[in-house]
């Protein structure tokens, strides 16, 4: 799975919001206010 395939994963969930509460080089997707996936956007390695 990629990046974009993860965030795709995790906004699809029911009422899953996007937020950037760090700026814009890490994601936070959050169900209900509180975050279940921190993702990394700028560098880095991934899987």
Do not use: N
Request: a negative charge; hydrophobic letters at 35%; one cysteine or more.
């Amino acid at each position: 799975m990629d990046r974009d395939q993860l965030v795709a994963y995790c906004l699809g969930k029911p009422g899953a919001e996007e937020t950037y509460p760090w700026g814009e080089g890490e994601l936070v997707a959050k169900v209900g206010g509180k975050g279940f996936a921190f993702i990394g956007l700028d560098g880095g390695r991934s899987a």
